[in-house]
């Protein structure tokens, strides 16, 4: 069954009133009829299938035929802290984070963001990014959808997330600080929240370093491979699922 996010869903209703996009793409692109069945999610662990009742040239109306047990969501709730990129990389990023499980997604701006002020995303941007999540989860299975904050510059991002869980920041540049990922992950293993920072093309500086691991933040290599940071996303998403035994096994 295709599945669509709808917030604020009520099951309690009768006649389930579906209304766009949703009901745009159910009537133009999918081209449902009376008795096709389609599930949807409202973002806050629930999920339903419905059957199609009415399909007219401006509404679509459906009735609840059963509640479906959810997908579980990864067991650590992650927030990825990322450097400002071009677009289509911060969406890659995103899109395929969403997919693996992350909770929230921050778009951070540091010394060396690309494009300097100008690489600040629009609110159109932000916008697109958002329904990059949601298709994201739709496809994926999740009944939940992450949450993409407002850009804010990196002090502030590191200062806010710190407060609430322990904080990986992923630097190319190996000193005397530095533990590896695997030895970062075992370390935090009991905590139920991990945030995990991932610079900018461009790198973190040594100042931007020295103020992250301040904080109590541990400095993460990945090895000798320098990777491109939606490479790097991806990357340690993967590895915390993996290492909170969530791809599958303990």
């Not at 709730?77 to 071009?86: D, E, K, Y």
């Not at 993409?148 to 920041?169: D, H, R, Y």
């Amino acid at each position: 069954m295709h599945r669509f996010f709808i917030a604020n869903f009520d099951p309690t209703d009768r006649a389930i009133a579906i209304v766009d996009p949703v009901a745009r793409q159910l009537r133009t692109v999918l081209r449902v009829t009376p008795g096709d069945r389609i599930s949807v999610f409202d973002g806050s662990g629930g999920e339903w299938e419905l059957e199609i009742e009415h399909v007219g040239k401006t509404d679509v109306s459906a009735s609840l035929v059963s509640a479906i047990k959810p997908v579980p969501s990864p067991s650590k709730q992650v927030t990825l802290l990322l450097g400002l990129a071009r677009p289509e990389r911060i969406e890659l990023a995103i899109q395929k984070c969403t997919e693996l499980g992350a909770t929230r997604f921050i778009p951070v701006t540091s010394e060396r963001v690309q494009g300097g002020n100008t690489g600040t995303p629009s609110d159109k941007r932000l916008e697109r990014w958002r329904r990059i999540i949601v298709e994201a989860s739709e496809q994926s299975g999740r009944v939940t959808v992450p949450e993409l904050t407002n850009p804010m510059p990196l002090s502030e991002a590191v200062k806010q997330v710190t407060i609430e869980q322990p904080l990986l920041c992923l630097w190319e540049e190996s000193d005397s600080r530095s533990t590896s990922l695997q030895s970062a992950l075992r370390k935090n293993s009991g905590s139920e929240k991990l945030a995990a920072l991932i610079g900018p093309p461009g790198g973190l500086s040594s100042d931007e370093v020295d103020e992250i691991t301040s904080t109590g933040a541990d400095l993460v290599t990945m090895g000798p491979r320098i990777l491109r940071s939606e490479t790097a996303a991806i990357t340690v998403m993967s590895a915390i699922l993996l290492d909170s035994g969530d791809l599958g096994g303990a």
